[in-house]
């Protein structure tokens, strides 16, 4: 019989916390998993914002999640079905046309013809140089490379380290010579990241997003029922293996005795034993909030200090009487995946300009979903759930506050988006918006950063989130990081969870 | 046609000049060629304003290598180096830093902003000094051949074992540089704005970012690997403008036997069977050599010198994409006495500064706006200007009393998007007076003369394709074995007999002598001849 009462307590059940419960609970190891919201899917869930109307909060696009980890946890059994769109991109331009690409290499390329003969001629060598090299990433986003790794890596992927520092837009000026191609490209590129398509850095986050392309550019996969399920299936995985889960249930501090975490307090005061803890939480909260800085190392509360948050996604989401018309759509399966609004680097970068100094652009970047254009059951008959994810939302207003400029960030993003989808404001029934604040609030996410730590190479693999040789991410033994703070990062690839649910499995049973 | 040298070396820059030195010092027979009438390159003075000697492009010293000095007895053939004592960074509130070679001023002048600041700046300087130390590594030595991976194992092993052997701190440190924006970088120690963007300068000089673009940070690290005669970040002026270091290195070539032409530009090399015999120079003279040694552009050292028709498609592809682009200007000014700065006016700072360093534009978002313009294809409407008085230093390059001030401007995109710079030469040096004219309320009354050198002219007038000062972006995937292409290993091209030595070979431009220095180590090296130096 053990001291404690359970082996691992998972605190947040974001997919990341509901993978490691799952994949422990597999193993056999007595699990609780707390989650302080009531409902659980952290920055992947879907809510009903107006009767009837079934809104993806947070993650829109599931095309990340590892193929293994839907196998190994058998999530088709418990529930989950992905939908994949015909088109995954779709990009009105100012001079009425649009840009189309499809999850059909050759239709795609037919698209790209209208606008440029040799960015079509050019774009089946892109994808596939885009597949090669994220071919290349994969075997490092599945282990942490260590500092010394990072040198050897240098060396031995020189192809990898030149697109981690050429700046995104250069690269692609490299390959095309079409705003519209690019601005769908650049969009990728620059999602989640306070920072622009003239930077370096971007071309990595295209090739993380690029990552799972099978053959596209990746993208266009949506959950049949909303993103909720995806939680939903894996919690159901966890149970089936007997894992305990409470929503509700707010961690208030982690427990410690010496330099090693033995459980963790509720807000409501009960104290609950374990083994070991899993923090999905990012690593400001984990150690500020639930360890406590006095309880750590100077110099890495200073490493934490300094982590890089800077949040600047916000969304909102629109009720709709019915499809608007998109300019230059012939098509309703055109809508099916994200339409973009980003005609060319130029308009991204001037996006990114008014972000720096603390405020959001007329002219934002805009990556649209209607999930009930696939999943009619999300919608009342008839009408269309849309969401709206917009770039860029600084969560630095210098000075000024989310709560005053939510709603003036709603009216300019439906002005732009009026100008793609002329007339889509009079088929407005609700609309909700939200920014980083929100993002904060909600699920704990410092500064609204999506990925719960800016992915900046900095940032990244040796240096997720603090450098590996000096604590291995965590100074207090037996508490792990499990969410998108650790290696490799955010996004719904359920790599972090998976990770370290199989490093922490295979080293008990070791 | 028999050999007439053993070594060619085409463009009389620093590092064409270092390079033909060491080569001639270990006994070869060589030739320089320079198109120009003057030896130097970015490295020149000449008498632009009648009186008033310019150092027309470059104008600090500090990259340059000790052994350079030592090896090549800089000294004893006139180089020169005039220590200057203080940098004032100017803010565009009228505010104003003061930093000076007495510690304990800096503290003061610091701490006037926060004190918290002040502090921090002495663990800073020592953590980059540290970081400074550990890379000087690279600075030292060749990079491997990435091409060859496996093949290039000593160059590997080395690196390695100097890697591992890294404080972890340092390496992580390391690291941040490598990627990080320098507003970020410097965040982990300053609060204050005006602390920030005074250090922040130093990642932007030559490079198209802003202190809030990542990257900055690593340019930031390139200015730190600076020593004077051992004297770690130690910036001078050279006696003479900068052309005093080129004049210094070519008596040096020359005393060691080798020849310099100057008017004489190349057009072509002559190759014969994949392999290089000699150049060819525009009046169509032959003249033949064993190896032929380019310190140009990659664009020009390939594409021009050596067409493509004779490189392997994967070379030419990268070489076409190396970012050459200039970012800055050069505004050199004649002027009749000392300017009176604005923020100084009332202060109890003896008047020590003027034989310093001053930078105009000392705010991260100023910094940020001037580089906002570039990017989309205009010269700054406010510039960022660092500039010194160098005839305060060496009165000797002025008409007694007269002054010269060295001013380089950021940001100046070497394509204007709205028009050509031969049309806005004259606006873009209006431009630069009317900012300084913010900072020094006099600057009209005593501008007597001024010279203006945009990207274009860098371009037309030396030759560096593009005008990027460093011959390319300081940037990770152009620096170290990628420097400038991924397909060569350090200073060999795909041709037998033809190397590279300038600055777009590792580790890079500045006036440090390192690449040509490298380079005529390794072409000694493939003659059997390689003991010239110790590293
Ligand atoms: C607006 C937005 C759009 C996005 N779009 C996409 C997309 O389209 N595709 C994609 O792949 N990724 C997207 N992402 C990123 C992705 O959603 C996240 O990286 C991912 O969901 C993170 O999962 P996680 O399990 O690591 O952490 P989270 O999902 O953040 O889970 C953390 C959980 O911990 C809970 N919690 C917090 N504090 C406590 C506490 N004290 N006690 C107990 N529980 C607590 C939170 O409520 C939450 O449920 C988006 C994110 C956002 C915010
Ligand atoms: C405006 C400016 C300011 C700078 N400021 C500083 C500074 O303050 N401190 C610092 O350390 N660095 C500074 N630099 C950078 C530094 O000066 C350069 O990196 C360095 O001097 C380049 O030396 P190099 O020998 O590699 O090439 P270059 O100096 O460019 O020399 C190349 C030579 O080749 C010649 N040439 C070109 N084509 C041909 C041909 N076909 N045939 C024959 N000859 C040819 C050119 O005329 C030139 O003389 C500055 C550069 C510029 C442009």
Same mark, same amino acid.
């Given at each position: 019989?053990?001291?404690?009462?359970?082996?691992?307590?998972? &605190?947040?059940?974001?997919?990341?916390?509901?993978?490691?419960?799952?994949?422990?609970?597999?193993?056999?190891?007595?699990?609780?998993?707390?989650?302080?919201?009531?409902?659980?899917?952290?920055?992947?869930?879907?809510?009903?914002?107006?009767?009837?109307?079934?809104?993806?909060?947070?993650?829109?696009?599931?095309?990340?999640?590892?193929?293994?980890?839907?196998?190994?946890?058998?999530?088709?059994?418990?529930?989950?079905?992905?939908?994949?769109?015909?088109?995954?991109?779709?990009?009105?331009?100012?001079?009425?046309?649009?840009?189309?690409?499809?999850?059909?290499?050759?239709?795609?390329?037919?698209?790209?013809?209208?606008?440029?003969?040799?960015?079509?001629?050019?774009?089946?060598?892109?994808?596939?140089?885009?597949?090669?090299?994220?071919?290349?990433?994969?075997?490092?986003?599945?282990?942490?490379?260590?500092?010394?790794?990072?040198?050897?890596?240098?060396?031995?992927?020189?192809?990898? &380290?030149?697109?981690?520092?050429?700046?995104?837009?250069?690269?692609?000026?490299?390959?095309?010579?079409?705003?519209?191609?690019?601005?769908?490209?650049?969009?990728?590129? &620059?999602?989640?990241?306070?920072?622009?398509?003239?930077?370096?850095?971007?071309?990595?986050?295209?090739?993380?997003?690029?990552?799972?392309?099978?053959?596209?550019?990746?993208?266009?996969?949506?959950?049949?029922?909303?993103?909720?399920?995806?939680?939903?299936?894996?919690?159901?995985?966890?149970?089936?293996?007997?894992?305990?889960?409470?929503?509700?249930?707010?961690?208030?501090?982690?427990?410690?005795?010496?330099?090693?975490?033995?459980?963790?307090?509720?807000?409501?005061?009960?104290?609950?034993?374990?083994?070991?803890?899993?923090?999905?939480?990012?690593?400001?909260?984990?150690?500020?909030?639930?360890?406590?800085?006095?309880?750590?190392?100077?110099?890495?509360?200073?490493?934490?200090?300094?982590?890089?948050?800077?949040?600047? /996604?916000?969304?909102?989401?629109?009720?709709?009487?019915?499809?608007?018309?998109?300019?230059?759509?012939?098509?309703?399966?055109?809508?099916?995946?994200?339409?973009?609004?980003?005609?060319?680097?130029?308009?991204?970068?001037?996006?990114?300009?008014?972000?720096?100094?603390?405020?959001?652009?007329?002219?934002?970047?805009?990556?649209?979903?209607?999930?009930?254009?696939?999943?009619?059951?999300?919608?009342?008959?008839?009408?269309? &759930?849309?969401?709206?994810?917009?770039?860029?939302?600084?969560?630095?207003?210098?000075?000024?506050?989310?709560?005053?400029?939510?709603?003036?960030?709603?009216?300019?993003?439906?002005?732009?988006?009026?100008?793609?989808?002329?007339?889509?404001?009079?088929?407005?029934?609700?609309?909700?918006?939200?920014?980083?604040?929100?993002?904060?609030?909600?699920?704990?996410?410092?500064?609204?950063?999506?990925?719960?730590?800016?992915?900046?190479?900095?940032?990244?693999?040796?240096?997720?989130? /603090?450098?590996?040789?000096?604590?291995?991410?965590?100074?207090?033994?037996?508490?792990?990081?499990?969410?998108?703070?650790?290696?490799?990062?955010?996004?719904? /690839?359920?790599?972090?969870?998976?990770?370290?649910?199989?490093?922490? /499995?295979?080293?008990?049973?070791? | 046609?028999?050999?007439?040298?053993?070594?060619?070396?085409?463009?009389?820059?620093?590092?064409?000049?270092?390079?033909?030195?060491?080569?001639?010092?270990?006994?070869?027979?060589?030739?320089?060629?320079?198109?120009?009438?003057?030896?130097?390159?970015?490295?020149?003075?000449?008498?632009?304003?009648?009186?008033?000697?310019?150092?027309?492009?470059?104008?600090?010293?500090?990259?340059?290598?000790?052994?350079?000095?030592?090896?090549?007895?800089?000294?004893?053939?006139?180089?020169?180096?005039?220590?200057?004592?203080?940098?004032?960074?100017?803010?565009?509130?009228?505010?104003?830093?003061?930093?000076?070679?007495?510690?304990?001023?800096?503290?003061?002048?610091?701490?006037?902003?926060?004190?918290?600041?002040?502090?921090?700046?002495?663990?800073?300087?020592? !953590?980059?000094?540290?970081?400074?130390?550990?890379?000087?590594?690279?600075?030292?030595?060749?990079?491997?051949?990435?091409?060859?991976?496996?093949?290039?194992?000593?160059?590997?092993?080395?690196?390695?074992?100097?890697?591992?052997?890294?404080?972890?701190?340092?390496?992580?440190?390391?690291?941040?540089?490598?990627?990080?924006?320098?507003?970020?970088?410097?965040?982990?120690?300053?609060?204050?704005?005006? @602390?920030?963007?005074?250090?922040?300068?130093?990642?932007?000089?030559?490079?198209?970012?802003?202190?809030?673009?990542?990257?900055?940070?690593?340019?930031?690290?390139?200015?730190?690997?600076?020593?004077?005669?051992?004297?770690?970040?130690?910036?001078?002026?050279?006696?003479?403008?900068?052309?005093?270091?080129? !004049?210094?290195?070519?008596?040096?070539?020359?005393?060691?036997?080798?020849?310099? !032409?100057?008017?004489?530009?190349?057009? $072509?090399?002559?190759?014969?069977?994949?392999?290089?015999?000699?150049?060819?120079?525009?009046?169509?003279?032959?003249?033949?050599?064993?190896?032929?040694?380019?310190?140009?552009?990659?664009?020009?050292?390939?594409?021009?010198?050596?067409?493509?028709?004779?490189?392997?498609?994967?070379?030419?592809?990268?070489?076409?994409?190396?970012?050459?682009?200039?970012?800055?200007?050069?505004?050199?000014?004649?002027?009749?006495?000392?300017?009176?700065?604005?923020?100084?006016?009332?202060?109890?700072?003896?008047?020590?500064?003027?034989?310093?360093?001053?930078?105009?534009?000392?705010?991260?978002?100023?910094?940020?706006?001037?580089?906002?313009?570039?990017?989309?294809?205009?010269?700054?409407?406010?510039?960022?200007?660092?500039?010194?008085?160098?005839?305060?230093?060496?009165?000797?390059?002025?008409?007694?009393?007269?002054?010269?001030?060295?001013?380089?401007?950021?940001?100046?995109?070497?394509?204007?998007?709205?028009?050509?710079?031969?049309?806005?030469?004259?606006?873009?040096?209006?431009?630069?007076?009317?900012?300084?004219?913010?900072?020094?309320?006099?600057? $009209?009354?005593?501008?007597?003369?001024?010279?203006?050198?945009?990207?274009?002219?860098?371009?037309?007038?030396?030759?560096?394709?593009?005008?990027?000062?460093?011959?390319?972006?300081?940037?990770?995937?152009?620096?170290?074995?990628?420097?400038?292409?991924?397909?060569?290993?350090?200073?060999?091209?795909?041709?037998?007999?033809?190397?590279?030595?300038?600055?777009?070979? $590792?580790?890079?431009?500045?006036?440090?002598?390192?690449?040509?220095?490298?380079?005529?180590?390794?072409?000694?090296?493939? @003659?059997?001849?390689?003991?010239?130096?110790?590293?």
């Amino acid at each position: 019989m053990s001291q404690y009462d359970y082996d691992a307590i998972i &605190v947040g059940a974001g997919h990341n916390g509901l993978i490691v419960a799952a994949t422990l609970a597999k193993a056999g190891q007595s699990v609780l998993l707390l989650e302080k919201q009531a409902h659980i899917g952290g920055a992947a869930q879907t809510r009903e914002l107006f009767p009837g109307c079934h809104f993806n909060v947070g993650a829109q696009e599931a095309g990340l999640l590892r193929q293994e980890i839907v196998h190994a946890l058998g999530l088709t059994d418990h529930g989950l079905t992905f939908m994949e769109s015909p088109a995954t991109h779709f990009a009105p331009q100012p001079d009425g046309r649009a840009l189309t690409i499809w999850r059909d290499l050759a239709q795609s390329r037919a698209s790209i013809q209208q606008f440029s003969a040799a960015d079509a001629a050019r774009f089946a060598d892109f994808v596939a140089y885009l597949q090669q090299m994220s071919e290349r990433l994969e075997p490092i986003l599945r282990q942490r490379p260590s500092l010394d790794d990072m040198g050897r890596l240098f060396v031995e992927e020189p192809e990898l &380290v030149r697109l981690a520092t050429i700046p995104l837009s250069e690269f692609l000026d490299n390959w095309f010579e079409g705003n519209a191609l690019k601005g769908i490209l650049g969009g990728l590129g &620059v999602s989640g990241m306070m920072r622009g398509p003239y930077a370096q850095g971007g071309v990595f986050m295209l090739l993380y997003q690029a990552a799972q392309g099978n053959g596209g550019l990746g993208g266009g996969r949506f959950v049949q029922g909303g993103m909720g399920q995806l939680a939903q299936a894996l919690a159901t995985a966890a149970r089936a293996h007997g894992a305990e889960m409470r929503t509700n249930a707010a961690v208030a501090s982690i427990l410690l005795e010496e330099e090693r975490a033995i459980g963790v307090r509720l807000d409501n005061g009960q104290e609950v034993s374990a083994a070991a803890v899993f923090s999905s939480l990012d690593a400001r909260h984990t150690f500020f909030t639930l360890v406590g800085a006095p309880n750590l190392p100077p110099s890495f509360v200073r490493r934490v200090r300094s982590l890089k948050y800077r949040g600047c /996604t916000a969304q909102v989401h629109l009720a709709l009487r019915g499809l608007p018309d998109f300019r230059g759509a012939t098509d309703k399966t055109q809508l099916s995946g994200h339409i973009v609004l980003a005609p060319g680097l130029a308009y991204l970068e001037r996006a990114y300009d008014a972000a720096k100094y603390g405020d959001f652009s007329p002219n934002p970047y805009l990556d649209i979903v209607i999930p009930s254009l696939l999943d009619p059951t999300l919608a009342p008959t008839g009408q269309q &759930v849309m969401s709206i994810t917009m770039q860029y939302a600084p969560y630095d207003l210098r000075g000024k506050c989310w709560d005053d400029l939510a709603e003036p960030l709603g009216d300019a993003v439906l002005a732009a988006l009026e100008q793609i989808a002329p007339g889509v404001g009079a088929l407005v029934n609700q609309r909700r918006v939200m920014t980083p604040l929100d993002w904060e609030r909600e699920w704990g996410l410092t500064e609204g950063n999506i990925y719960q730590g800016e992915m900046s190479m900095e940032q990244m693999f040796a240096m997720r989130p /603090t450098p590996s040789g000096e604590h291995e991410g965590s100074p207090i033994k037996k508490l792990f990081l499990c969410g998108a703070a650790a290696h490799p990062g955010g996004g719904l /690839t359920g790599l972090p969870g998976w990770t370290t649910g199989q490093l922490f /499995t295979q080293n008990e049973h070791a | 046609m028999t050999k007439q040298y053993d070594a060619i070396i085409i463009g009389g820059g620093h590092n064409g000049l270092t390079c033909a030195a060491y080569l001639a010092r270990a006994g070869q027979r060589v030739l320089v060629l320079e198109k120009r009438y003057l030896v130097g390159g970015a490295t020149v003075t000449e008498e632009i304003v009648p009186g008033f000697q310019f150092t027309v492009f470059s104008y600090l010293v500090s990259l340059l290598r000790t052994e350079v000095i030592q090896e090549l007895e800089l000294v004893k053939h006139g180089l020169m180096l005039l220590p200057f004592e203080s940098t004032l960074d100017m803010a565009p509130n009228g505010d104003y830093l003061y930093r000076a070679a007495d510690h304990w001023a800096t503290y003061r002048n610091m701490a006037r902003h926060s004190r918290r600041d002040a502090e921090a700046y002495d663990e800073y300087k020592l !953590r980059m000094r540290h970081v400074a130390h550990a890379v000087r590594y690279m600075m030292n030595h060749a990079p491997p051949n990435l091409n060859l991976a496996g093949a290039d194992a000593p160059a590997l092993a080395g690196l390695a074992r100097h890697l591992q052997h890294m404080d972890r701190d340092v390496l992580h440190t390391f690291v941040q540089l490598l990627t990080m924006s320098a507003a970020d970088f410097l965040d982990q120690w300053f609060e204050t704005d005006i @602390v920030k963007a005074a250090l922040s300068t130093s990642g932007l000089i030559g490079s198209m970012v802003g202190p809030y673009s990542p990257g900055s940070a690593l340019v930031l690290l390139y200015h730190y690997l600076g020593e004077i005669d051992g004297v770690y970040r130690d910036w001078r002026f050279a006696k003479g403008g900068t052309g005093g270091v080129a !004049r210094a290195l070519a008596r040096s070539a020359q005393s060691f036997g080798a020849e310099i !032409r100057t008017n004489a530009p190349v057009a $072509h090399l002559l190759i014969q069977n994949n392999a290089v015999r000699g150049v060819v120079l525009e009046d169509e003279e032959e003249i033949w050599a064993d190896a032929v040694i380019s310190s140009l552009t990659p664009q020009l050292t390939y594409l021009k010198l050596a067409g493509e028709q004779n490189l392997p498609a994967d070379l030419v592809r990268e070489v076409k994409s190396w970012n050459s682009m200039g970012s800055a200007g050069k505004v050199n000014l004649a002027l009749d006495r000392l300017p009176e700065f604005a923020c100084m006016k009332g202060t109890t700072h003896s008047q020590a500064y003027y034989a310093g360093a001053f930078s105009f534009g000392a705010s991260l978002d100023y910094l940020e706006r001037a580089y906002d313009d570039a990017k989309y294809g205009a010269y700054s409407a406010r510039p960022y200007i660092d500039a010194g008085i160098i005839s305060v230093a060496d009165p000797d390059i002025a008409p007694p009393g007269k002054h010269v001030m060295t001013c380089f401007v950021m940001y100046a995109p070497r394509y204007l998007k709205e028009s050509s710079w031969p049309e806005q030469r004259a606006a873009f040096g209006d431009t630069v007076i009317n900012t300084l004219a913010e900072y020094i309320p006099n600057i $009209h009354d005593i501008l007597v003369g001024r010279q203006v050198n945009t990207p274009w002219d860098i371009e037309e007038r030396i030759g560096i394709t593009g005008g990027n000062i460093f011959h390319g972006e300081l940037r990770l995937d152009q620096m170290f074995g990628r420097r400038p292409t991924s397909r060569t290993g350090g200073y060999d091209t795909p041709l037998h007999n033809y190397y590279i030595c300038g600055s777009s070979a $590792h580790p890079g431009g500045a006036i440090s002598g390192a690449p040509g220095r490298l380079a005529a180590m390794q072409i000694l090296n493939d @003659v059997g001849q390689g003991t010239m130096g110790n590293s």
